[in-house]
Each structure stands twice: as structure tokens, then as C-alpha cells.
């Protein structure tokens, strides 16, 4: 016999036990026996009835899940007969029929199924003997018709909870017809449900105590699969307007689209409507009689741990009027305040609205304040449960400073590092680059551009190189006023301070963000929210980002006590190096300084932009910027897409953009941050290349953590266990596969988004073979 199946619906974890089998065969005969062996094969459990009796009376004992009629011939019983009688009665509801039917010869054509399916059976089966057959018919079966009927019997379960559940439930179509709703809903509405299921909810009566836009507002998060949640106006029957605390929750279905919108609602018991209903639906009461309002409020603020009276509250009694009144004493000063943080006043409009609020929503808005009083509001917290170690590795890694300073293990860097090139004669002009190194320059707007290409051809140079191509087409020099030989030393001077002996942090690295800048710079969008000196900004802070990095992260660096860790306290250490040797490498000598043509004003808020883009790189940061541009980019966008069907809407959409300096800043911030990890979205060989150049740098700082006795940032990246496919899927689940889409959203980004699925499938096919390198063995020997 083959053992109890487990099978899930949704969340729900359900125990199948085995299947039983009905036969329904006047005689014994090879299709009998087909069935009976087959069943036995599958170890189902079978029985054989040979009369209509019998063969009611056996299912009404059993009630099996599969039942096979033999309908080949009409004279010993009518088939049809035998399968009506049985679906006459309630436990057949949920069991496959099948009939048997006789073979069809060649020069004859197939009889329809349809009277089959009108007498009740599910299915016919072609008459067929041979065990294997018969087998897979039934397995097939159990494995679709019986699996499903399974699951809806178990959604009984979930219809008893609603009907007892004390909160109204409503269920609608996407096109808002009601299909179900519970007896709490009855109850609260003054509905039977037959008078609401099929009905559109804008046929019922409304209420016209709300917001003229409230119903469109709704509509708008809901249609966009969004929950939304709030305190809505509801007419009753009997005409009374409630007020219901609503959530709504689209229900996404079949072609991946929202087929149903389930509604909670429980009444807002605030008014004398709501107050003479609350008395029905629960024990407790709110009255709202001055006693109880000072006691509620009284328990919500002893609650709250950032009480403006420091003394612990020994007797509620005795000190809630002196408590009270320091408060309100408090609060009076802070509002007499002249400069008030706009958290500040976020906290008050949510203290004011807790004083009158039912005790279950003053409990959720401490939740809230105890949210917003935590500094990084934006940044998720990774779970400890079951947590993926190279997501914790990489999150500890890249996402924390310092972990603690070990004394005497101090780390510095080497003035003496390999920052020497091969000797190749630097252009004069753009004009006198090389015939191959030209050639290759040529394709520098496509972002398939090949930037090792271009390293290898200037013996490991790329960045003077392209930096001249890119410049000239975004009008750099003119910008400055500096003439190309200052911009050509410039470049010269930046890509000698960034170390070759580095596997990844190199000039070639800052060569690749460099190009991925100007691309997004050359999209319609961004090129339309953006001035001219935002986008001189952002090729410098390109170029700069990373200039004599040590091969070694913030966190490395702070644990090791290094110079720069103490000079920077621990801060955003390599990003605030990287800007200030920038700028002292390109004020200290003339010949390069390509700011010393501009007027003061505008140096400044150069100055400003580039330091702050330079600085988003920095990755604690990192979910601070992605959900802010969402917020305040993406978001915004999308709704006056949705409500302006204009040709010039998107026009007006950069324009809105560029009245808000805020919002350019967010863009030019997101932008060097895509630059910066682009490497999972450009094609796969590429791709490939920079993930084992990262993985070689990351290898070798974990060897030197381990030489020197330093706490290990990240164990997963060593050398002899490491596995690459695991770390690139982890980086991209966690940090660039939400910050890609927030940023193709805005600029519309296909070829990436194809390379990054594609990438990412290479990743998990490498994992899913176990295999640990870059590519399969097979490959690396071709």
C-alpha cells in the first residue's frame, strides 16, 4: 500500500492518505484485470462492484476518489445511469468518474464526449488492457483531477473560518462584482447575502460622508496590485453611515493578472452609529466619556518608553494629573518651537492622533514612532532565520564599517604600491589616439562596449583613453573652459593613482563606470532631468569614484586601524579618501587643474554634486537611496503616467524633475550607483570576467585578514571553499536586482534587464550543478 501524500495550497500543509479505487464491472475480464493490477502497482486501494446496488452502496461506504465504469456495453447496466445516481448524492462532489469506453475503429469517426460529461463522468478512457496503461491513466489522475479535488475540499477549512470569523469579509471580482461575503458582513451591513452576491459594489448605496476622491484613491493603489488600508464611510441598509476601518487586498490569479479584491472591514467605532453597533460585535465598549478617554489615554502614553517625564511611574492613580499636566506643559514648549524637523512633526500629528484613537490603533501607532525613531529608516533588516551566509557575508561585508578596532594591528597603505604603466605616448588631442585604440573607441556608445578590449590594447590605460573620447562628446572642456591638453593630464594624473596591482578596484573598473554613466546619460529621460553641469559631474565622479583604492573594504580597514580609518572615524572611510585626493591631486598643480577656469559659484556646486555622488557609492547607504528614488522618483512618475495619456506627459514629467533639485540629486545619485555594480548586467562574458576579478580581491583581502589575526569580514570568500555562482546570486538578489528596476523604470533599460535575467540564469544553472568556478570544468578546458 503506498503511504499518506503531503500536498500544500497556499500555506496551507494538507495530508493526503492513499487513494481508493472503485470498479464497476458486470464481469471479469482483461480490462478488469487491467485496472485491478494497476491499482495494485500504484498501491491504491481497489474495489469491485458488479450490480448498480452494490456499486452505490460500496461507494457510500468507501467514498473512493477514483471510480472507472465500464461503459462498453449497455447489457448487463446503463453506465450513464450508475454514474447520475452516484453524483445524486453529496460525498460524490469531489470524485473523478471515469468511464471505459469501447475503441473507436480507423474508418469510423469519434463520438463526442459531451453526453459523458452531461451524465457526470469526468473523463473517458479508450478500452485498453495492458496494465502500463491502465496504470498511467490512474496516476495521471491522481496527479490532477484528485490533487485538485483534494485541495477544494480543504478549502472548506478556510470558508468555515470566515463564516466565524468576527471581522466582515467581502470578496469581489477585478471588476468589483461581490462573490462572497460572511455573516459578520451580513450583520454589520443589515444585508442578507443574497441580496449582495452578484451585484457590482457600485450598485450598492454610498455613503456621502467621504473624500470626493477617496473611492478614485482606492482604485488607484488597488488596481496597481497594491493593499490599501484605511478608514472608510459605508451606507447600511437602513441608511445609517458607518465607519469601517477597510483593508484591501488584490488577489493575483490567472495569467499572473488580479482576479479577486478580498476586503476586511471592522467598524470605526467613533460615532453613535458605530458606538449602538459595537455593543453587538464585541464585550468592551468605548463610550468616549471623559473618565475612560483620560484612562486610554493614560495607558497609550505609559506605554511609550520616550515619555517627556524621565521619572519612572510608580502608582497610575496617584501621578497620571501630574503626568498629564507635564505633558501638555512639554508638548506646549516644543510646539512654541521657531526651527521644528519635520520628523518632529510627524511625531506630533501621531501623538495627536492617538489621544482619542481605539486602543488597538494607538498600539499600532507606538509601533510606528518606535520605527521612525530608529536612524535608518530605509535600510531592511536581514533575518536571522535560515539567513543565506553569503547574503550575511556580503551585507556585513559591504554594508558596515568597522566591526571593532584591534590595537597593534594597524594597516596603512603602502606609498610604494605598483602605480607604474608600461610606457605608451598619451594623445595629445583626441584626434592623435592610436589607429587600434581609435578603432575601438568607435563603438564606446554601445553598452555592449568591450572595456577589457580597450585595457589590453593600452597596456592597462583605458581610463585616459575613454575619458577623452567621452568627454569631448559631452562637452566637458567647453564647460570648464579648460583646454584638452589640462583635461588630458587630468585624466592622466587620476588613472596614475589608482593601483594596477589591484584584481578589480583599477583604473579599468573606474574605465567601466565611467562609459555605464555616460550611457544612462545618453537616455532620453535622464538626459531631460538633467542640466549640462550635472552631467559634467557625474562623468567626473565616474572617473574619481575609486581613485587609489587599497584592494580592501571600509570594514577591513577600520578593523585593521588603518590611517584613513582614524582620519575619517570610521565613516564612509574610502569614499571620503577618494573625493578629498581627488580634488587636492587636481588643485595642487596647474597643468591639470581643470576647475581653474570656472567662476566660484559654480565650482562649488560641482564640487558639492561630485562629492555627493561619489559618496552614494558608499553601500550602508544603499537602500537609503533605491527607496528613496522609488519614492520619490519612480512613484510619482507612474501616477501621472497613469493619469495623463498626453503625448507631452513625459516631458512634463522631466520638467517637474528638473524644478526639483532634490529629485536631480536622487537621479544623479542612482545612476553612479547602477554605474558601479553594472557588472551583472552587462553580457555574460564580461560579466563572468569582472565576477572572478572581484572574487580574486575579495580571496586575497580574507588571506590577509587571516595573516594578520584580523576578524574575517567575509568567511565565505575564501579561496579553497568559495563558490562564486552562490556569492553573484546573493549580490544580485540582495542589492541589484530591486535598484535595476527602480532604475530601467526611469530610463528604460531593456538590453540590461535581458543581460541581467540571462546572467543571472548562468549563475543558478552553475549552483544547481554544484559547481563552484566560474564555469562548468568542460568549458574551461575549451
Known sequence: QSSATEVQIGPMRLIQDPIQVLLIFAKEDNQSDGFWWACDRAGYRCNIARTPESALECFLDKQQEIIVIDHRSSRYFDAEDICRSIRATKPSEHTVILAVVPCTSADREET???????????????????????????????????????????????????????????????????QYVNPAFEQMMGYHKGELIGKEFTELPKSDKNCADLLDTINTFIKKGKEWQGVYYARRKSGDSIQQHVKITPVIGQGGKIRHFVSLKRLHCTNENNKQLCKSHCDEKYTGDNSQSESHSFKCKNRRKDSTDAKSVTSQSSDAPSLQTRRYSSMARIH?????APITKVINIINAAQENSPITVAEALDRVLEILRTTELYSPQLGTKDEDPHTSDLVGGLMTDGLRRLSGNEYVFSKNMNLSHSHLSVPNTINDVPPCIAQLLDNEESWDFNIFELEAVTNKRPLVYLGLKVFARFGVSEFLNCSEATLRAWLQVIEANYHSSNAYHNSTHAADVLHATAFFLGKERVKGSLDHLDEVAALIAATIHDVDHPGRTNSFLCNAGSELAVLYNDTAVLESHHTALAFQLTTKDSKCNIFKNIDRNHYRTLRQAIIDMVLATEMTKHFEHVNKFVNSINKPMASEETSSHSEGSDCECTANIKNFPDNQTLIKRMMIKCADVANPCRPLELCIEWAGRISEEYFAQTDEEKRQGLPVVMPVFDRNTCSIPKSQISFIDYFVTDMFDAWDAFAHLPVLMQHLASNYKHWKTLDELKCKTLRLPSENNN
Open 112 to 178: 463526442s464526449v459531451l453526453p459523458l460529461l452531461n451524465a457526470g463522468f469526468d473523463r473517458q478512457f479508450m478500452e485498453n488492457s495492458s496494465i502500463t496503461a491502465c496504470y498511467n491513466e490512474l496516476v495521471q489522475i491522481e496527479h490532477g483531477e484528485v490533487r485538485s479535488q483534494f485541495k477544494l475540499r480543504a478549502c472548506n477549512a478556510v470558508f468555515t473560518a470566515l463564516d466565524h470569523c468576527q471581522e466582515a469579509v467581502e470578496i469581489t471580482s477585478e471588476d468589483h462584482v461581490i
Open 336 to 340: 512654541s518651537m521657531t526651527i521644528e
